[in-house]
Antibody
Framework: EVQLVESGGGLVQPGGSLRLSCEASGFTFSMFWMTWVRQAPGKGLEWVANINQDGSAKNYVDSVKGRITISRDNARNSLYLQMNNLRDDDTARYYC??????????????????WGRGTVVTVSS | AIQMTQSPSSLSASVGDTVTITCRASQVIRNDLGWYRQRPGKAPELLIYGAFSLQSEVPSRFSGSGSGTDFTLTISSLQPEDFATYYCLQDYNYPRTFGQGTKVEIK
């Protein structure tokens, strides 16, 4: 079965750190871009970061740059999100998603076709 | 960052109705747009990519259209599982940005 399972969430104080993991199974993990998306309680979706197949390309939303790092270990079929200097507004459910990029007329199109159930991060004193 | 604005923010409809949700980008994004459905308490699901391409195994009652800055998701013959929140997502450039969501509620 193709699936993604996130872990590592929890309660952390402002300024603290947390490392989220996303374990993939049922597909060749090393062939896909991977993405983190988060959702604050009662709010909409926010794209956080993505990483290419070999980890050489990474992109981030401005609000997390310098504090959050995306990485992957293809040998372990795992995606990570190292979160440092956490703030109250980082409180959210964090989803990992597979990007099954599709060829379009003008280039590649994102297609987040597989999602995990998410892991909850709460930043609070 | 490109701003994505969805309308309406919410709507009420009945099973069997046809509903239309629109998404407007703050700049031209070609066809680089996806639509996602999120049922309560669940992860999002991909419906449409590239503005109008239906994701595999997604029912044909879902359709997408538009290009440039204005896009539409149409759900014909609304089913009980379609009462959910819908999001558009631009993948024209970084950072990717979602619309604020449209909640489809039962009338």
């Amino acid at each position: 079965e193709v699936q993604l399972v996130e872990s590592g969430g929890g309660l952390v104080q402002p300024g603290g750190s947390l490392r989220l993991s996303c374990e993939a199974s049922g597909f060749t993990f090393s062939m896909f871009w991977m993405t983190w998306v988060r959702q604050a309680p009662g709010k909409g979706l926010e794209w956080v970061a993505n990483i290419n197949q070999d980890g050489s390309a990474k992109n981030y939303v401005d609000s997390v740059k310098g504090r959050i790092t995306i990485s992957r270990d293809n040998a372990r079929n795992s995606l990570y999100l190292q979160m440092n200097n956490l703030r109250d507004d980082d409180t959210a459910r964090y989803y990992c998603a597979r990007d099954d990029s599709r060829r379009g007329g003008s280039g590649w199109l994102d297609a987040f076709d597989i999602w995990g159930r998410g892991t909850v991060v709460t930043v609070s004193s | 960052a490109i701003q994505m604005t969805q309308s309406p923010s919410s709507l009420s409809a009945s099973v069997g109705d046809t509903v239309t949700i629109t998404c407007r980008a703050s700049q031209v994004i070609r066809n680089d747009l996806g639509w996602y459905r999120q049922r309560p308490g669940k992860a999002p699901e991909l419906l449409i990519y590239g503005a109008f391409s239906l994701q595999s195994e997604v029912p044909s009652r879902f359709s997408g259209s538009g290009s440039g800055t204005d896009f539409t998701l149409t759900i014909s013959s609304l089913q009980p599982e379609d009462f959910a929140t819908y999001y558009c997502l631009q993948d024209y450039n970084y950072p990717r940005t979602f619309g604020q969501g449209t909640k489809v509620e039962i009338k």
